[in-house]
């Protein structure tokens, strides 16, 4: 394809602003797919979608649009994933295609997920068309909309296209704008030696991994042998092709294309998003800038329910990081837990993906431990070392200081829930650095320790705000603050698997309501239990869990037998549930329970 023909874009919004279905309607519109098999949510509802259950990776589909000027341009639409834990990903996508089209609900407005993506693409250098969608709503208002645009991210919105994704109002005019408003891919030599990006992968069984590519000089062409130039692996181009959204074979790719290859290619890990692709023979001797490897942020450890489950466990996870490059694991072994591992997130919904598909796939009953972030040690003999699990936290005295990961968060929320969200935010160890209003919703912006925000942060401003904030942040580096180790003891006994790093200002109410938490937690037993909080030596909060005396059912529900039978069922079913410390028994729900903050 002449590159003057080519039109490279990707879709930003915030999430339920109505991407997919836009992206259904450009397909459909233009024929790509045949009437009969349009399905709604096309994109989404890919098998590679649909095997991973969340629409967390980018995705493609390449359209013919017979413009209004009589040339037929080909569209490349990237579907860039939504969520913060992705942020690389994301802005690696961006940077494979030269325009965006940032969707705004014009019943909802600006949120905090339009800047955030609306701001990478920015960055990433793009031609930016406002598009304001279900204007088919009566509570739409694409001028207040399209003036907040303007206000809160600066850019022109006069021009913005006013559509209908459900109906397909305005359909027609997004088209012309791709091709008259975003820029064709800068002209480059299709002779010259090969620089292909790599946006995203993903495991396919019948053609093993299938990697998707941006050309940005060059000329890619089946058969060729092709080296990733940062991971140094060499593979062979068995099959190219573009993605109609079915795959289509073709010969070559060459400068501003976009499509896919398959090379015999066995897991996901071998490719990482960024990387550059040249020919074996006369490649390119540079790789494109800017690569980084996406790491994990958030660890916990994850702990089989039943010891009985290890090895299976060991298989699942095995299984998962084949194709999760940004997913680690190591083994990890528990006092109280037994064996486990200790892994690595991008962040906690990816946490979350995985630890649902290790219960959900593998059927594996699973304890987490409290999520934690890495830690930057300095000890006083001028050694660095990472914390990424507060179990292995050397004794203060060897310490000199300790630096935790700071974000910029950006909070959009109603007037009437600011001061609880503000509140919130200060409770969380938040400073200030800007509040606004745009359009009638105030933005917040506040540094926060990851540490405090990998908890409950976001069903904490969820439940504050009724659902009504928006919320999205960025890693900002690292700062020294007053930083400790607090052990939970039962019955003298510690959990490590409750050990966590704390505010030296905050550990004190922490400890407490850690403490009072598991009081009602853990169930009686037949002898008296302290649960006490510590640092170091010294105990800092205290509870005591009374003896039970005798036969508890007996007690409680004297005569009657079907509330007494219920009980005990629920005590057994429980069992199953229950890890033994000591003396002492604790269900499983307690840690999870225990470690989310009121
Ligand atoms: P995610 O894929 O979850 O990030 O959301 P999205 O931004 O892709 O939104 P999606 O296309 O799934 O649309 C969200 C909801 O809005 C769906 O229920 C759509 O049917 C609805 N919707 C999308 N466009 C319109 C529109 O123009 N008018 C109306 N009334 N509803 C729409």
Sequence with gaps: TPQHLIRNFSIVAHIDHGKSTLADRLIQLTGTVAERDMKAQLLDAMDIERERGITIKANTVRIDYPAKDGNTYVLNLIDTPGHVDFAYEVSRSM??????????????GVEAQTLANVYTAIEADHEIVPVLNKVDLPAAEPERVAEQIEDVIGIDASNACLISAKTGIGIPDVLEAIVTRLPAPPEKDANAPLKAMLIDSWYDPYLGVVVLIRVMEGTIRKGDNIRMMRTGGKYGV??????????Q????????????????????????VGDTITTEKKGAETPLPGFKPSIPVVFCGLFPVDANDFEDMRDAIEKLALNDASFTYEMETSAALGFGFRCGFLGLLHLEVIRDRLEREYDIDLITTAPSVIYHLYMKDGERRDLHNPADMPDLTYVDHVEEPRIKATIMVPDE???????????????????????????????LPLNEVVFDFYDRLKSVTKGYASFDYQLEGYREDNLVKMQILVNDEPVDALSMMVHRDRAEMRGRAMCEKLKDLIPRHMFKIPIQAAIGGKVIARET????????????????????????EKQKAGKKKMRQFGKVEIPQEAFISALKMD
């Design 545 to 568: 869990l009374s003896a039970m005396r005798k036969d508890v059912t007996a007690k409680c529900y004297g005569g009657d037998a079907t509330r007494k039978k219920k009980l005990l």
């Design 238 to 247: 068995d099959k190219l092709g573009v993605f109609r959204p079915q795959m």
């Design 417 to 447: 829930y600011l001061g609880d969200v503000l509140k919130l935010c200060q409770d969380r160890r938040g400073i200030q650095l800007d509040l606004t209003y745009v359009g009638g919703r105030a933005m917040a912006v506040y540094d």
């Design 95 to 108: 940077r494979a295609v030269e325009g965006s089209l940032l969707v705004v609900d014009a019943s909802q």
């Design 249 to 272: 074979d073709v010969a070559e790719l060459g400068p501003g294309e976009i499509g896919f290859f398959t090379g015999s290619i066995k897991q996901v890990r071998d490719t990482r």
